[in-house]
Every structure is written in structure tokens, then in C-alpha cells.
């Protein structure tokens, strides 16, 4: 478990740190000189073998906010730290509010020095701050007064600290590896070596990492975790990471960048989010206004595009677009802070829905409702949704980036989904039942559409056919449907021509002439066969005209295409096969080889890998080494 400190400066954070761990975080010079933090400190307390608590000690002074607000990148917990005798102040205050902005909801009010003020003071104070922190997200915290000098009410916070971090011992177990960069440095002897919290998944020697948004290629030679050397980083944990990069990648990196697995990496410049803004905030916030947005451990400016209105007034929400100024890798749910440019004040915090947005149609109804959907809603539902709403599906890949899900979780997620999923290489892409049913009702009607309005009247090529589809759907998708379509017998095709089956049955008295002829010669020997070039030729009969009916008569199945230029018969398609079939049960290993059919039939050798290379594609056959062996009943298959 990971644990912060928040509150005002000289409010005894560092000091309570020490007590808990043991560990002095002020490690800078300069800390040590002022007496007070400012950068990031960190310590560990190790309960058992299996649980450690880790501490962010944060700065309280106005002027390290951003340090402040990095600190918080990751936490699970986080400590408010009010000094007895000064009681609240204006740092309290921002970090309350900061912390209620990021919907920082697990925590506990620490009321240091209580050595220097009396009970009736303390009584008072604990009132105070049940009131002030009662519309927070921290209404719920309990209160811990201590003394670091008198070691008083120490151990009741450690024990609720430590019951909290077995509580959430099974807690970390999901997504990809993520962990926000918050120091780097180099040792003598070692190397690089990176700092940060474990957002998500777990690290193991030797994995192979990316720091985005560089895009730096990283391998992991050691871990050190909560203190100690370790084979493994899980989320929760604070993790010391020794890295192997390329000489020239050291120098590029820095406090803000992400070390994450490969997989997840997706930078953009332009995020969906719903932000809340301060309640403190004296006016409203406007549209396009600049502003910095931190956000793991960086510190990046941006535009904010209010998407419902033209401003945002104080303590309301509202969904926007952030069109960042320099790329980062971020996830669905990752929060953030906005300050303002001059990082005096604190404008709104927020939680981001979709972390590769497009500026094209962002104030769209349908697109607002897709956000205002997965803000409170869990990743099936909000998957299913986005399904139902999305006609021609949605990329699988991207959703599943996005909410990074490990592999195993996503597997789970879409066992459980009544949805089509369609693969294609690389691609994964899911659609409802009903809108799969809309898009080959589409497809078809606009087959036939432009079938009645072609010259011929009887065929559409598929090339224009994608064309028309592609700013909707990928080619994927179209090809998908067509064969779909093929099989339930409304279309047929042959190459690249398309028709439709109520066309098919009726040849014109040309037609029917050039069947004859094409039959003739087919005809003329058991295992003749014809291209369509050859049979032009022969003709002289217009190539456009004989491609026409070559495929027409495929569709029909008068003819049978065994390759990108090859027919023959059906009947004698039967033939072969069963020869080749023939040919397998007189040899003893059951198989045919090409020189055994080419002696039985008497086919040209390249016409003879074709017609066997047509009977692998059709599962007659399967390659076993140099022959064949016999996978199906060729009467089955050869009707």
C-alpha cells in the first residue's frame, strides 16, 4: 500500500514519516537548511514478507504544489496532517481540496503536536475539523491526534495503517504494468535506475518496458521494491527499477514520463474527460482556456474544449476536451489536477474517459452520451453500450487499451458478452447481433442498388463496393458480411463481380450460345479445362463478354473456378477427386503425390498443383510431406 501525507508547511508531515518508518525523507540540502520538504521524500515500513507500507512524504509550502500533486500520483491512502496549535490553514485547505478533486476517498486526519495544546483545545479542534472535512471526499476519515515528541497515539495509527494494507493485499492483481517516473539517477557500478509508483500490474526481471511517450525502449535488470531487492513490482508498491536503455536514451528521460508495458503504449494529445471545478475558485471556467494539467507525475499545458456550454461556473461539472500541448500515455480513469498557467491556483480536477479522443464531432449528442455513459458505469457495461450505440462496432483493441486490461482480463470480459467478435490478423473488432444484422441489410441493399442502376444490370465490382464503405468500415468488415451473404445464398460472386441470386437463374439467347460453345469444349476430353483467355481467343468473342458469363456460370455452379484463371466442370471436378481418392487406398501410407495423379489423369503438371492445391483449399485433402492424405468424402464436397 502506498501512503501520502497532505497539509500545510511546518505541520510536522516529515517528522510523522519518521515515526511510522524510521526514515528521514528530507534527503536534499536545502531541505535540511530551510527545515522544510521540497521535493518528494519516500520510506518504507515493512509489516511481513508479503505487505509493506510505503510512504510519499509531499511538500507543504504554496511555492511546490506540483511537487505536492506528484505525490499523490498512485496513492491508495492518504494522511491530512493538521498541527494542533496553528490548526488549519491556507495549504490544508488546497490540498483538502486537491484531494477532493482527484476523489481521493480512502484517508485519515492526523492531528500532530498535541503536546503543545490542552484537551479543551483539542476537543475544539477535532469539531473543526469534522466540520470542514464533512463535503469532502475524506468525510468519512478518522481522526488520530499524536505527538511525535511524546511518541503519543503513534501506534494506533500505525496498527489502522497496517489492517488497511492487509485489507487491500489482494487488490493488486489487474492490469498492464504502469508506473509514473518520478525520479531518475545513476549509480556507480549499477546505472539508471527509476523511481515511481506502480499504477497497475506487476514488473519481473528482464521484462521488456517502453517509456512513453518517448517511445525508449527499456529492459529491467533489477527491482527494488518497498526497501528491499526483489524478482518482482506489483501495483501498490513503490518500486527502485535498474534499466537497461540505449547510451543516448538516458539523458532523454525525466519526472512525468511513464514506464509501461509495450502493449498499453497509446500517446495522444488530445483526451476526454469529466472534470469537477474548485468550489474556491472566485470566477467561472471558460472555454479554450490554457492551463497546466498534472496527471501521474507530469506537468503538461493544455486547452480546456467545454463540450456542453461555453464556461464551467465553481463547484459544478462538466465533460471536456483537453488538447494537450506534448503527448502522454494515459487510461481510462486516471485522474488529474488543472492549475492555472502562473501555478498559483487550483481550477478543477478530473477523471479521464477516453485518453485517445478526436476533435471530430466532440460536442456530437451521440458522442456526449457515449462519455456521460462510461463515467459511473463498470467496463461490461460500458463496453456493451458502446457496442449498441456504435453501428459498425467498435475497435476491441483500443477499448481494451484503454481500460488496460491485462490478457487474461479481457478474455473473461468478452466470454461473458453477447457480442459478435470478428478477428482479422491483428485486428479485433466487436459489434451487437442486431446492428451486425443492419450492416449486411445495408451492404445488400446497396448491392442491389447499384446493380439496377449499372449498364449491364447484373453485376457490381467489389472494389466500388468497399470504396462506398470505407469512411463507415473497415474492408475487413464488408468482406466479412459478403461471404456471410454468400453462404445464406442471397449474393453469389465470381473474381471480383457481385450479384445478386435473384439475378442469377436467366441467361439471355447470347448467353445461352456461349454456354453451348464453353460446354463444347469442356466436353471435348474427361479432363479438359479452360481459361478465359484461351476461350476469347478461340472465339474471338469480346474478353469483357466471356469474363461475364465465365462468372455467371460459376455462380451458378455450371462451371467451377479451381484458380485465379482456371475452370472445369463440375462433373469433372467429381472425377479427380476421385481418382486422387483411388490413388490413396492402393498406396499402403494412404497417400497420393503429384506424379501418381498427373500418370492417372494425364494433366499438365501446373494444371495438376492447381486442381490439388484447390482440393486442400476445399478440405478434400491435407498436406502430409511430399503427398496427400484423404480428409473428407469427395461426393460431400463435390456435388
Known amino acids: 500500500m502506498i501512503v501520502a501525507t497532505a497539509g500545510h508547511v511546518d505541520h510536522g508531515k516529515t517528522s510523522l514519516v519518521k515515526q511510522l518508518t524510521g526514515v528521514e525523507t528530507d534527503r536534499l540540502p536545502e531541505e535540511k537548511k530551510r527545515g522544510m520538504s521540497i521535493d518528494l521524500g519516500f520510506a518504507y515500513k515493512k509489516i511481513n514478507d508479503q505487505i509493506s507500507i510505503g510512504y510519499v512524504d509531499v511538500p507543504g509550502h504554496e511555492n511546490f504544489i506540483h511537487n505536492m500533486i506528484a505525490g499523490l500520483a498512485g496513492v491508495d491512502f492518504v494522511l491530512s496532517v493538521i498541527a494542533a496549535d496553528d490548526g488549519p490553514k491556507t495549504q490544508t485547505f488546497e490540498h483538502l481540496e486537491i484531494l477532493n478533486l482527484l476523489g481521493i476517498e480512502d484517508g485519515a486526519i492526523v492531528i500532530t503536536k498535541i503536546d503543545k495544546v490542552d484537551d479543551k483545545r483539542l476537543v475544539k479542534l477535532k469539531d473543526e475539523l469534522r466540520s470542514i472535512f464533512r463535503e469532502t471526499s475524506l468525510s468519512k476519515a478518522p481522526i488520530f491526534p499524536i505527538s511525535s515528541l511524546e511518541k503519543k497515539g503513534v501506534r494506533d495509527l500505525q496498527k489502522f495503517l497496517e489492517e488497511k494494507a492487509f485489507s487491500k493485499k489482494e487488490y493488486y492483481n489487474s492490469g498492464r504494468f504502469r508506473l509514473a517516473i518520478d525520479r531518475k539517477f545513476f549509480l556507480n557500478g549499477i546505472g539508471l535506475i527509476v523511481t515511481g509508483s506502480v499504477f497497475s500490474g506487476k514488473v519481473n526481471i528482464d521484462d521488456k518496458l517502453l517509456i512513453s511517450p518517448k517511445n525508449l525502449k527499456a529492459k529491467v535488470k533489477t527491482i527494488h521494491s518497498n526497501s528491499r531487492n526483489a524478482k518482482t513490482g506489483i501495483s501498490g508498491q513503490r518500486c527502485a527499477l535498474n534499466l537497461q536503455v540505449k547510451k543516448n536514451s538516458k539523458d532523454l528521460i525525466r519526472r512525468g514520463d511513464w514506464l509501461i508495458s509495450e502493449f498499453i503504449n497509446n500517446p495522444s494529445k488530445c483526451v476526454d474527460a469529466i472534470i469537477s471545478v474548485s468550489s474556491f475558485l472566485h470566477k467561472s471556467l471558460k472555454n479554450w482556456s490554457r492551463v497546466n494539467m498534472h496527471v501521474g507525475t507530469a506537468k503538461i499545458i493544455c486547452r480546456v474544449v467545454i463540450l456542453e456550454s461555453r464556461e464551467l461556473f465553481p463547484g459544478r461539472k462538466g465533460l471536456v476536451q483537453l488538447k494537450l500541448e506534448k503527448e502522454t500515455s494515459l487510461v481510462f480513469g486516471d485522474r488529474f489536477i488543472l492549475r492555472d498557467q502562473s501555478a498559483k491556483k487550483t481550477i478543477a480536477g478530473g477523471r479521464i474517459i477516453d485518453p485517445n479522443s478526436s476533435v471530430k464531432g466532440r460536442s456530437k449528442p451521440n458522442r456526449i452520451e457515449l462519455l456521460k455513459f462510461q463515467i ?256 473428407s468424402d469427395p461426393s460431400k464436397i463435390f456435388k
Open 376 to 631: 459511473n458505469n463498470n467496463s461490461k457495461d460500458a463496453l456493451l453500450f458502446l457496442v449498441s450505440k456504435s453501428t459498425w462496432g467498435i475497435d476491441l483493441i483500443k477499448f481494451s487499451i484503454s481500460r488496460n486490461f491485462s490478457k487474461a482480463e479481457f478474455k473473461s470480459l468478452l466470454n461473458n458478452l453477447q457480442i459478435k467478435v470478428i478477428i482479422h490478423k491483428e485486428e479485433l473488432w466487436g459489434i451487437s447481433e442486431q446492428n451486425w444484422r443492419l450492416c449486411k441489410r445495408t451492404v445488400f441493399e446497396f448491392i442491389g442498388k447499384s446493380i439496377a442502376q449499372s449498364q449491364n444490370g447484373l453485376n457490381l465490382n467489389k472494389e466500388k463496393l468497399l470504396s462506398a464503405f470505407s469512411y463507415k468500415a473497415k474492408d475487413f468488415l464488408i468482406n466479412k458480411i459478403l461471404n456471410e451473404l454468400i453462404e445464406e445464398k442471397q449474393i453469389f460472386m465470381s473474381g471480383q463481380k457481385i450479384s445478386i441470386t435473384n439475378n442469377r437463374n436467366s441467361f439471355n439467347s447470347d448467353e445461352k450460345i456461349l454456354w453451348r460453345k464453353i460446354n463444347a469444349s469442356l466436353n471435348k476430353s474427361h479432363f479438359n479445362s479452360l481459361t478465359i483467355n484461351e476461350f476469347a481467343e478461340k472465339t474471338s468473342i469480346n474478353i469483357k463478354t466471356v469474363e461475364s458469363i465465365f462468372h455467371k456460370l460459376v455462380s451458378l455452379k455450371q462451371l467451377c473456378k479451381i484458380s485465379e484463371k482456371r475452370y472445369f466442370l463440375p462433373k469433372t471436378i467429381l472425377k479427380c477427386a476421385n481418382i486422387v481418392e483411388k490413388i490413396a487406398s492402393e498406396n499402403n501410407k494412404g497417400l497420393v503425390d503429384l506424379s501418381l495423379f498427373r500418370n492417372e489423369t494425364k494433366i499438365s503438371r501446373n494444371v495438376s498443383i492447381e486442381l490439388l492445391e484447390f482440393f486442400d483449399k476445399k478440405l478434400f485433402t491435407k498436406r502430409s510431406g511430399n503427398g496427400r492424405i484423404i480428409k
